[in-house]
């Protein structure tokens, strides 16, 4: 059984920075590629950013320069470092991590809660 929890999101004023985390259980973390979705009010869900097993990373071009994705295998945790929040950036924040090692990511796969991000201007 895979468990994420993702912990981090709160209210920020515009320009100020989270980061989010997500702890992992089970033995996939070591291997599996895994990522960030989010979904703001009346949208889908979209990617953010995405991690390989062996660090590549992928952006979203509305977050590139912005946000950082990494990933802490000893401890089994991935996180989103987010700088120069914006209001678009309000949204639920998900944690995900593929069954294998898909790339792109294609939302097949575990996912966590959610934490709330809620950016003001």
């Known amino acids: 059984q895979v468990q994420l929890v993702e912990s981090g999101g709160g209210l920020v004023q515009a320009g100020g920075s989270l980061r989010l985390s997500c702890a992992a259980s089970?033995?996939?973390?070591?291997?599996?590629?895994m990522g960030w979705y989010r979904q703001g009010p009346g949208k889908e869900r979209e990617l953010v950013a995405a991690?390989?097993?062996?660090?590549?990373?992928n952006y979203a071009d509305s977050v590139k320069g912005r946000f950082t994705v990494s990933r802490d295998n000893a401890k089994n945790t991935m996180y989103l470092q987010m700088n120069s929040l914006k209001p678009e950036d309000t949204a639920v924040y998900y944690c995900?991590?593929?069954?294998?090692?898909?790339?792109?990511?294609?939302?097949?796969?575990?996912w966590g809660q959610g934490t709330q991000v809620t950016v003001s201007s």
């Open positions: 991690i390989t097993s062996g660090g590549i990373t």
């Open positions: 089970g033995n996939i973390f070591k291997t599996n590629n």
């Open positions: 995900h991590v593929d069954f294998g090692r898909r790339w792109p990511l294609q939302a097949l796969g575990y």
